[in-house]
């Protein structure tokens, strides 16, 4: 049976995005290392889109794969509050 990491943290208005992702990211990627990767890819284009965030999943699982992870891989990524209303 696994047991689950959780925590409870205060949102902030600065909170940009929440990351859920089983351990075959988090086995090979630390949270800062996943934090500045999705930054960057969703900072990336000249226009926000409607398909940055599944684009930037599904990067985020190769670049997972590319590391070296062989176990199950899952991420969703949801923006908040600012980050949110930009993302069309």
Sequence with gaps: VCI???RTLPR????LYLILACDGVWDC???DEVMEFVIEKVQKPS???DTV??????????ESLNRGSEDNMTVMI???GREAETIR
């Design 12 to 15: 902030s208005g600065d909170d």
């Design 47 to 49: 226009e926000k889109s």
């Design 53 to 62: 965030l599944p684009e930037t999943c599904d990067a985020l699982l190769s």
């Design 78 to 80: 949801v923006a908040l």
């Design 4 to 6: 689950p990491e959780l």
């Design 29 to 31: 990627c630390d949270n």
